[in-house]
């Protein structure tokens, strides 16, 4: 078993759609929790950052961490086509060196139409 | 402000041959990492460095060396490549263990 889980896709859906990505992972002592979009030959970006269980909104973005699940999600409101990309899940145990080494999802290709 | 820096863009090697991906930062950052993403399969850590003179394995760190004698540099070296050495390769930085790591745009290596 992965010790991150995430639904490869891919995801087609149409402008203005809402998006939802999720990643499901199995070990408990992961603390921070991150969603990175990549743009097609491009390195990883990071989007959005949650420590512990709870929900974090930046304008059309929303995390989600449900740590007694150990399941995480990302919402997009109003999708456009520049959010075409693909959305990687990451996380990390807490404390120490930890923060950079990353553990990573596959990814979810996602593509947005006009 | 250029941020993380990598070079060679692509690369093609012959299996057995050795080469140096190069990554270079300007922000005056401590840690540093390397990973590579093969495709389907998320971004794996192979070492990373906490200083210059500090580094110390990740997940996938076989078949690779690296070197850390500037704060600003982490060379990533392959001494005798392989096949399975195909993929695409990142450097990242960040300031401290709990701020964001910036990302390189990568270096697609093919070993043929």
């Known amino acids: 078993q992965k010790e991150v889980e995430q639904d490869p896709g891919p995801l087609s859906v149409p402008e203005g759609a809402i998006v939802s990505l999720n990643c499901t992972y199995s070990?408990?002592?992961?603390?921070?929790f991150m969603w990175y979009r990549q743009y097609s030959r491009k390195g990883p970006e990071l989007l959005m950052y949650t420590y512990s269980s709870g929900n974090k909104e930046d304008g059309r973005f929303t995390a989600q961490v449900d740590k007694s699940s150990k399941y995480i999600s990302l919402f997009i409101r109003d999708s456009q086509p520049s959010d075409s990309a693909t959305y990687l899940c990451?996380?990390?145990?807490?404390?120490?060196?930890?923060?950079?080494?990353?553990?990573f999802g596959q990814g979810t290709i996602l593509t947005v139409h006009p | 402000n250029a941020g993380v820096t990598q070079t060679p863009k692509f690369r093609i090697l012959k299996i057995g041959q050795s080469m140096t991906l190069q990554c270079t930062q300007d922000?005056?950052?401590?840690?540093m990492y390397w990973y590579r993403q093969d495709p389907g399969m998320g971004l794996k850590l192979i070492y990373y460095?906490?200083?210059?003179?500090?580094?110390d394995k990740g997940e996938v760190p076989n078949g690779y060396n690296v070197s850390r004698s500037t704060t600003e540099d982490f060379p990533l070296r392959l001494e005798l490549a392989a096949p399975s050495q195909t993929s695409v390769y990142f450097c990242?930085?960040?300031?401290?263990?709990?701020?964001?790591?910036?990302f390189g745009q990568g270096t697609r290596l093919t070993v043929v």
């Open positions: 460095s906490v200083g210059a003179g500090i580094t």
């Open positions: 922000m005056n950052h401590n840690y």
């Open positions: 990242a930085s960040s300031y401290a263990e709990d701020t964001e790591a910036f």
């Open positions: 070990n408990s002592a992961f603390q921070y």
């Open positions: 990451a996380m990390s145990l807490a404390g120490g060196t930890s923060y950079g080494k990353l553990t």
